[in-house]
């Protein structure tokens, strides 16, 4: 006989509900929204204490705000690419030379923002307090949790000039500031502290340094992160000390591969550490040589990081990255923490900000320019939940508003003539750049197209899968800016096509948004009423003509998932209204983006300009998704009427 | 050359959306939901203008309130049955002896209420102003606005008594009633009035009749129901003479197939009527045979109707049913207007109450229950768009609280007992009871099983693909209650398992719901173990013991939509909060509909009791629909270790 007590010793007995029980629904803290990852919702300590406990290790990346607005937008485009390796977190240190809490493209704040908002990435701020007054530093914070950022790195800062004095009721130390952060925002901010291996330079002594830790962390410091060190035994020793005097918060060591001569030196000047000899030894007879030296720097870091590890006291490594990619890259790679994950939440990037955390439907035509739709959309107070838009959301931001990643490429003027053509001829020339765009290949002029206006990056590997259909029509001037085939009931674990938890299914209407003339349109239209209602257009010029067979204006979920134990999640629709503010914008990279490498007046110029003003926008949903995609067969109907024109019926006057 | 020109006429230029546009969000006034049906938003006068355009043929149907609570209870099972037909609307005759306005089961109030919230059918409510205050008559118009309630037919009604005068200010007409209606509530209530084909009795002239008629339309009305007639020439006649006094609303034809002699004369005392030669002449000879008389006034009616729709100037038939089916669904059948369309557009039975015209998600639990679904929300503000209940909704209505079907059969005490067994004497035949229900087949006392306390009717078409399967897990036990199977992309329009608009696709995670003992429980989670995660389970017994692996107590869809140019349609989740609540009603059942039936303290009591005390409600949802349904698997494996149970290992003391 199998007992029964066994069993009942696994129940939980939810209160409240063995009555038809009122309360029980108050006690469900069910999420609004489907939640696919954890890491949208959690803060940042939570994730970390997670992470910790799992056993795993991770690694965070420290960044400075750049000099210049091209260097921004480089900036923004590392933290894409150092993102995908998965760092639980990046910081942006505080420049107090720099106007580091303005509006600027490149102030530590703007920066910090972007990060968080555009790059979906976890992020810390830093903030120095020293020679600021009270008012000024609730300011940087107010606008800091208004901007989405929740995590703080405390600092006192540097004083400015040699004639600093502690003042009564001022900022002195970190430890005024962190107690501030936790006057004013409560439990808002997570807040990180520094911590000084072989003490901080003005301190009298390294047990006093250590107190002012404690005293940092016991006035609500959540973690520390510790200054750079040489030898993992420093860092040990220190932890060590930590956890004798009560200091229990994670303790993250401060990782800085060596990367080149001078910025050793300078490095080491700032923070007066000393470089240990055997360092030194290695390096002063390479010091001219950059590669070499790198080289070491990684091989040192690689077997200091694997002592760290393996002594069980280092949850993750923190990484001075100096703002660039290879050496802390190679170094993550050897130490197996740099991981590519390719499963996405949401077949589109996310945004960290705390209040699009519920966001989980977006419209398709900004797929190719999610930086752009956050920015437009950043206004809105609340991201619809399960489906895109409503009348009461505020309109899309205007498209003349300045942002780094607006109407700007991340390649040069030069770099772009030689992708899109020095000089163009013709409409001709225009489709033959699409093709080579498409194909990956050279141009005619040699030089291969690696981005169009629409698209910053080459193409999706979704999108691959439809080279051969994609280069037959532009060819013929159906100029592709957006496209997704047909996926039914694909894993979401797929390598390509997946998104979103495991043990799902992930489905796709085909999808295809282009460019043509008038004289298309006018026959695009007759074959598509053959294609009713199997297939859904909406088809507008710059003037906002537009004419479509969209039932109501509602929208057209194109991409869903069905996962275990959830509601459906359909992150992406094609929808109606939105479709006439991305119109402006599409129509609008023709002009800023491609016609004005041209001269004014330039035949160049002028045959962009007129693909702008007389070319529609078209795009196509096929509903049938269980069936072959069809809108590669509408094209081709299309260009069948166009070669073969009904021809006229004689009208008989006799009859 | 094909022209441009030509094209171009058929845009719609949108104005505000050549620029940015912050207009054209306001202007596309997109529903909050996915609209599968128009009918759900549409009010009657536009549904009538619509359906009359269209020029296709519609026919009501008029009902009287009930004398009896048992009387109620079948009326609105003939609601059901007669709604199926595809009526535009029903109304509800104003029984002022009756107490009409009260919240008696038997009141024309309540009784319209529920044609309208849980019948689903778009329904008129009767109301006679004669002898009743302005106060009286406002709060009747409030409360049945409150209840859903959308139409109206204003009378003036029978004088109570002689000595009727005319009242200064007061209601004598029903005119008066339409004006106030206006007055009091605007454009809320679509308003009928009565027309008299051979005038009023009470007029002094058929033409001062006609004038008054025109007054009634004047004040507001928005079309015209005749009182009954023989002759397809008199009603004809009647529209010409209204259409000539400037009359030109809709006027429905008031249908009376004649039922029986005695029926047809007191019809025609009460409503001073003639009935014609031609007709007495056929009566008379066979005024005792009732059957005679109904055909004959079936062929009566088909004929004069055939007439009045071929006239061009009817759009749609009323029919006086006289609370009665057969002549009226005949008369309906015969004309070709009485469609069953098996197309639904949701998968359960939708309410017309217009607050509820969004609800697009239930419950899986309540399927066979959709009246007491309805009835627990009933105080609900909102039905949530696209997902299942929210934490800020009230929780559901109480258990004990009393409507017309909560806790009650359609079946008399007598016929339960002999479907469900006179005496009980083991938990094997409650089992018994279950297979014979599954199975459509008579029990061994020969009576066939046609409903259980969970199942008001028989098997559903798309349970029945199971029934072997049901058969024998319920042989053994696992009492199911509820079940539904996978499938993978049916059209919408399947007949057996298709609902929505035409050209989608539905989808369905395969569910299976169970009563079952301890000792099964005890097996079948050491079963599911190996399930997870592709089967999420609920198992919870009467006192609340509740254990699932449900993720963050999220709901799970378990039948969508994809539909061509929509969103996701998600119409039915397994919600772990309503699941809570569900339990209570499911056990509840055991003991109101069962156990009550048997003396106290009877053998055949207190098994029913003991299964409501110790069996478990258990749900199982299959997550992965692609594939072949395992859900009968685990429950083979559960008999399969229950009759193979592993041998203890004995522990060998010596090792």
Redesign the interface.
Known sequence: M???G???A?????PG??????E???E?????T??LAADRTERLRDKMRRRTESGDHWFSLEFFPPRTASGAVNLVSRFDRMGSGGPLFIDITWHPAGDPGSNKETSSMMIASTAVNYCGLESILHLTCCNQTKEKITGYLSKAKHLGLKNIMALRGDPVGADWEEEEGGFNYATDLVKHIRCEFDDYFDICVAGYPTGHPEAESYDEDLRHLKEKVDAGADFIITQLFFRADTFLKFVRDCRAIGITCPILPGIFPIQGYQSLRQLVKLSKLEVPEEIMRVIEPIKDNDAAIRNYGIEQTVGMCRVLLESGNVPGLHFYTLNREVATMEVLRQLGLWIEDPRRPLPWAVSAHPKRKVEDVRPIFWASRPKSYIYRTQDWDDFP???W???S?P??G??NDYYLFYLKSKSSKDALLKMWGEELTSEQSVYEVFTSYIKAQPNCAGHKVMCLPWNDELLAPETNLMMDELDKVNRRGVLTINSQPTI??KPSDDPIVGWGPP?G?V?QKAYLEFFTS??N???L?KVLKKYE??V?YHI?N??????T?????????VT?G???????V?PT?VD??SF??W??EAFALWIEQWAKLYEDESPSRMIIKYIHDNYFLVNL?D????LDNCLWQVIDDMFELLDN?PEEQPTDPAK
Not at 10 to 14: G, L, M, P, V
Not at 623 to 626: E, I, R
Request: proline share 8%; no cysteine; glycine share 8%.
């Open positions: 199998v007992s029964f066994r069993v009942e696994i129940f939980i007995i939810s509900t063995s009555n038809s029980g009122g029980s629904s108050k469900s803290s069910r999420s609004s489907p939640v939940n399960g489906r838009g409503n009348s959301s309109a899309f205007e498209l039914n009931g043990g299914y489905f008038s004289e349109v006018t026959v239209l209602p199997r859904n507008v710059v003037h906002g003509q537009n004419t067979n969209a039932h109501d204006m509602q929208p057209n979920a869903w069905i996962f275990p134990g959830r509601e459906i359909q629709v109606p209204v006439m503010y119109k402006d949903v509903n049938d998704f269980p024109p």
